[in-house]
């Protein structure tokens, strides 16, 4: 089994930065990690994505402005964002897929973007 625990949500005005942590307990193997949000009345969407080896993918409304990286030595994941929108309000959800078959997904952190 693994756990993933995230932090570092919060309010933020509109052209600020927060910084997303993910951390992976348990036997998290060779795995891809990823952060996906739910906005409110939307569906979810995969916002940025890296596999074991760091290369990253990103949704294009964040492209710029995210960046996802990873520590292996401390199985997490961080979302580094700036210039936040009121657009990028949603719960955040940390996302790992274990050897291309196990799918595991943190608790969420709630991130709004508001004056």
């Known amino acids: 089994q693994v756990q993933l625990v995230e932090s570092g949500g919060g309010l933020v005005q509109p052209g600020g930065s927060l910084r997303l942590s993910c951390v992976a307990s348990?036997?998290?193997?060779?795995?891809?990690m990823a952060w996906y949000r739910r906005a409110p009345g939307k569906q979810r969407e995969l916002v940025a994505r890296i596999t074991s080896d760091s290369r990253t993918t990103y949704v294009d409304s964040v492209k710029g402005r995210f960046t996802i990286s990873r520590d292996n030595a401390k199985n997490t994941v961080y979302l580094q964002m700036n210039s936040l929108k009121p657009e990028d309000t949603a719960v955040y959800y940390c996302?790992?897929?274990?050897?291309?078959?196990?799918?595991?997904w943190g608790q969420g952190t709630q991130v709004t973007v508001s004056s």
């Open positions: 348990g036997d998290s193997g060779v795995n891809v």
């Open positions: 996302y790992l897929l274990r050897g291309g078959i196990s799918i595991y």
